[in-house]
């Protein structure tokens, strides 16, 4: 009996003595400590436990779930799909659910669910997601509409139809091993789930299975086979990489907003903030790569989460007794459903447990959203989320207009192509001097100083003056390459990318072999970091005044000369040449990085580059296009001035967004796709107006002449870790992958005797 209950009892039917008892005893301990609410969220498993008239009992029931329901079946028939309702007011055997059935029908239970909780009055503090259930997840935490989560699963249904059956396999090891071991198996090798710490589930085709299973006995890793699993498309695995535009024309019009709440979503492994965008783009990427099970309930168990609610069956199905103990160990985790017990009775109990915990409120909340003002207020270029993936943050803020303040930046970002052409357009009124921190020479300079340091140095970087820089780049990148051939793994980014970018730099500034290997010694921490500014300065400003000027037509040899002419000040000198290396190297090895690991990650694009090699220069462009080294290019306005409709007074902070604009629907039709035959568009990734990158035509050969040695090594070059997401360097003004580890040889078969 609540002690609530008990005061109203002595209230109404004790006599005069012992109420006045008890009166004085409450005001002496005083009131009760109040229990504290538990911090609760809402779970969503995948499609592995559903059975045939799964939320038949609600729908009849509960008008909430009955509403969603009915909804979610008018808009799947609209789009073709089958008849949802047959699932809810009929009684269909097991047989006779589909693949494409099964998918929809859990997808709208647990959509269902989110709106019939609400409508009793709960709403959790964060949702979890997996597989299947992420798109619930994000639908729950208002990312998107219930029609474009209803439209993923044509997504899902794409998908079941393009592989031949497979095989699961339990094998004994992390994500990162099960991982590596998969792209050193002689044979194809795919993980699919992390269930535990040190259990993944690997899929390969039924064929490959002996073999497979050799190899991880080689490997001394434990494995066995899943008998009792049914057959399933290869979901979550790179297997379907080669049908990215078969899932593509799949994927509805998304028009995501960003989460009102926290979400755990299992292809990330990790908590996704409220102010996340996540677009078409993610909903893929669910399919391509394994679900990490143990990594989200682990950080909801260490952020405090003590009350998991399923909502549809028991989300982690794959787990023994004890494992489930020790996995959910100091949680509570309250099942929703399962085909023993009637629904609408554990429904009631459920309710009640929650209203326990004080978890229900007495009227519904409203679905969560996040205003576009609150969105702007959160956002920082400087986020991990953001750096991740800008992408559907620019798509989102797009559509809202292209210009908007951001109050973390003190600045206005710009996102339309028209507006940053006219802001690189006017260099006057939108000054480059806010980079002269960085370099006050060229980048952070305006005219005329700008112009005559620009035409010092343009006529390094004309075609006609790179014709051996480019039998000098390929030979070096077949060196190099040659030497990391045969080792179980080497990192692409430092190995390869940035010496080859080097190499290149050091060509065409002048410097010989034992001044690169000097100057090599004198750098300090990663490339991408530009810690090493001021020593790379004091390295340059000793060369220019300990070495005298030659005959030779190199950079570094012609600025020595004009400084001791008297027509160029060493400080002015100095900078040049540090600009000339920094915009060298970061930017092109960058770009070669991207499309090493589109290349690898996507087969069939590699595949037709091989089979059409004229095709490669589309392939660098569209690359520059999506994925442009530099992310901003910033200005300053020197007067005031009107941007889009805004009046921006002097000295106000401007920020092009540059991979913003190279995606702009209102200048190309499917922005975000890479399409190789895309007639040609003037894309930004070098920039524009004054300032365009004199190094342009440098880092198109480069890479072109990378992707043409990627392209040849065929398939003994592959991605140490395929199950891995990528990773990008903590860097505001540049978009660079963290790490790209390789492996190149050739598949050795397995052992299966």
Request: proline share 9%.
């Amino acid at each position: 009996m609540s002690t609530t209950t008990l005061r109203g009892l002595l209230r109404e039917y004790a006599p005069a003595p012992l109420k006045t008892l008890a009166r004085r005893a409450w005001q002496q301990v005083g009131p009760p400590a109040a229990t504290p609410r538990p911090r609760h969220l809402f779970v969503f498993g995948g499609r592995t436990q559903y059975w045939a008239g799964m939320g038949q009992e609600l729908y009849r029931q509960e008008p909430a779930f009955r509403a969603t329901v009915q909804e979610c079946a008018r808009y799947v028939r609209s789009q073709g799909g089958p008849n949802l309702l047959e699932q809810f007011e009929d009684k269909p055997e097991a047989g006779y659910l589909t693949e494409e059935r099964r998918i929809y029908s859990l997808m709208v239970v647990q959509l269902a669910l989110v709106d019939l909780w609400r409508a009793k009055g709960v709403e959790p503090d964060a949702f979890m997601g997996i597989s299947v259930g992420e798109v619930a997840a994000i639908y729950g935490a208002g990312g998107i509409s219930l029609h474009e989560a209803l439209g993923t699963a044509r997504m899902g249904v794409a998908s079941s139809t393009l592989e031949p059956l497979h095989t699961v396999l339990t094998v004994a090891a992390s994500h990162a091993q099960a991982s590596e071991l998969a792209g050193r198996c002689p044979v194809p090798l795919f993980v699919s789930a992390v269930a535990e710490a040190q259990r993944c589930y690997v899929v390969c085709l039924a064929a490959d299975v002996p073999a497979a299973k050799a190899y991880l006995r080689q490997q001394k890793v434990s494995c066995h086979e899943m008998k009792a699993a049914p057959p399933l498309p290869p979901y979550h695995t790179s297997l379907l990489n080669r049908h990215l535009g078969t899932l593509r024309q799949a994927m509805p019009a998304m028009q995501p907003q960003p989460l009102a709440r926290p979400c755990y979503l299992a292809t990330l492994g990790r908590l996704v903030p409220p102010g996340t965008v996540l677009d078409g783009d993610y909903i893929i990427l669910t399919l391509l790569y394994p679900s990490q099970i143990h990594a989200i309930a682990q950080a909801a168990r260490q952020d405090g989460y003590q009350l998991f609610t399923s909502l549809g069956t028991y989300p982690f199905p794959f787990m023994n007794e004890r494992a489930q103990q020790a996995f959910m160990g100091g949680v509570e985790l309250l099942t929703m459903l399962n085909a023993d017990t009637p629904e609408t009775t554990t429904f009631a109990a459920l309710q009640q447990q929650l209203a326990g915990y004080g978890l229900v409120r007495p009227t519904p909340p409203a679905r969560p959203q996040l205003p576009l003002a609150g969105f702007l207020a959160k956002l920082s270029l400087k986020d991990a989320e953001f750096i991740d993936n800008p992408h559907p943050t620019f798509d989102y803020l797009r559509a809202q207009g292209p210009l908007h303040f951001l109050p973390a930046e003190q600045g206005w970002l710009v996102l339309g192509t028209d507006l940053v052409n006219e802001v690189l357009r006017q260099p006057l009124v939108f000054s480059s001097t806010v980079n002269a921190e960085f370099d006050d020479q060229l980048i952070g300079a305006d005219p005329p100083l700008h112009t005559s340091n620009r035409t010092a140095t343009q006529p390094y970087f004309l075609p006609s003056q790179l014709a051996s820089v480019a039998d000098f780049t390929a030979a070096t990148v077949a060196a190099l390459g040659s030497g990391l051939a045969g080792r179980d793994s080497f990192d692409f980014i430092t190995e390869l990318a940035i010496p080859v970018a080097q190499a290149v730099v050091c060509q065409l500034l002048g410097l010989s072999p034992a001044e690169q290997q000097e100057l090599a010694g004198r750098l300090p921490g990663h490339a991408y970091s530009l810690e090493y500014l001021e020593p790379l300065t004091h390295y340059f400003a000793e060369y220019f005044e300990q070495r005298q000027p030659t005959d030779e037509p190199l950079l570094l040899n012609q600025l020595l000369r004009r400084v001791r002419q008297g027509s160029l000040a060493l400080p002015a000198a100095i900078n040049l040449a540090k600009t000339m290396w920094l915009a060298g190297i970061p930017t092109s090895s960058m770009l070669m990085s991207s499309t090493a690991h589109y290349l690898l990650t996507y087969p069939h694009v590699a595949d037709e580059l091989r089979a059409q090699p004229e095709l490669v220069e589309a392939f660098v462009e569209e690359m520059l296009r999506l994925e442009p080294p530099v992310n901003f290019i910033w200005r300053r306005t020197g007067q005031p001035t009107t941007l889009g409709g805004h009046a921006l007074p002097a000295g106000s902070l401007v920020i092009l967004a540059i991979a913003a604009a190279n995606r702009d629907p209102a200048r190309l039709p499917n922005p975000n796709e890479l399409d190789l035959r895309r007639r040609p568009v003037r894309h930004l990734a070098f920039g524009g107006g004054l300032h365009a990158c004199m190094g342009a035509h440098l880092a198109r050969l480069e890479v072109r002449i990378m992707v043409r040695w990627l392209l040849a090594q065929g398939p003994a070059l592959h991605l140490t870790r395929p199950s891995i997401l990528p990773s990008y360097y903590p860097n505001l003004y540049f978009r660079a992958l963290a790490h790209l580890p390789l492996t190149l040889q050739p598949s050795v078969p397995a052992d299966v005797s």
